[in-house]
T-cell receptor, first 113, second 115 residues
Framework: AQSVTQLGSHVSVSEGALVLLRCNYS??????LFWYVQYPNQGLQLLLK??????LVKGINGFEAEFKKSETSFHLTKPSAHMSDAAEYFC???????????FGTGTSLTVIP | NAGVTQTPKFQVLKTGQSMTLQCAQD?????MYWYRQDPGMGLRLIYY???????DKGEVPNGYNVSRLNKREFSLRLESAAPSQTSVYFC??????????????FGPGTRLLVL
């Protein structure tokens, strides 16, 4: 079975500061990992995904995430927060068996001017 | 390409009323999904359809029915709405034939309020 844990339902950072959103997963098989962003009153958009190969994955809007198998983690980072980064962020896992995605409960990011 | 579209965008129902949420995708994806999103609970899968002609229950199917009308369309029906079904509903699609590493594409959501 797969599951996703996002530590911190709310994260606040100052504009220009490092953004770190945490995601840990549980999977009995090698996982595929995703980060999505949701702006207010919108659907989810893909930020980045890890499938195979390089463990540091770069996504849109300057975000990146690193897959660490030993820590079962896939944390999302951005070196310098921008006001437009304020949104809800979801981590998700898909396994190479079955058809389902498993989402974390989300982290709301606030950027303080 | 419109991607994934959902109608209506917003709906208010009284307890016991029925309604159908519509979803369509124009990306020729074989798999489609219905989720509900509630504060603090993330997205929970209601039903999914791996391919045309098949549907399966997800995590929270009670009180809902689905129909995979054709490859493009996947509808969600509430037969007798309850206040606990007040939520934001998202439809998604995915090209599962290309592999389980493929992402899901989401519609803009339907906001449902049941009084």
């Amino acid at each position: 079975a797969q599951s996703v844990t996002q530590l911190g339902s709310h994260v606040s950072v100052s504009e220009g500061a490092l953004v770190l959103l945490r995601c840990n997963y549980s999977s009995s098989v090698p996982p595929y990992l995703f980060w999505y962003v949701q702006y207010p009153n919108q659907g989810l958009q893909l930020l980045l995904k890890y499938t195979t190969g390089a463990t540091l994955v770069k996504g849109i809007n300057g975000f990146e995430a690193e897959f660490k198998k030993s820590e079962t983690s896939f944390h999302l980072t951005k070196p310098s927060a921008h006001m437009s980064d304020a949104a809800e962020y979801f981590c998700a896992v898909s396994a190479n068996t079955g058809n389902q995605f498993y989402f974390g409960t989300g982290t709301s990011l606030t950027v303080i001017p | 390409n419109a991607g994934v579209t959902q109608t209506p965008k917003f709906q208010v129902l009284k307890t016991g009323q029925s309604m159908t949420l519509q979803c369509a995708q124009d990306m020729n994806h074989n798999s489609m999904y219905w989720y509900r999103q509630d504060p603090g609970m993330g997205l929970r899968l209601i039903y999914y359809s791996a391919s045309e002609g098949t549907t399966d229950k997800g995590e929270v199917p009670n009180g809902y029915n689905v129909s995979r009308l054709n490859k493009r369309e996947f509808s969600l029906r509430l037969e007798s709405a309850a206040p606990s079904q007040t939520s934001v509903y998202f439809c998604a699609s995915r090209d599962l034939l290309a592999g389980v590493q493929e992402t899901q594409y989401f519609g803009p959501g339907t906001r449902l309020l049941v009084l």
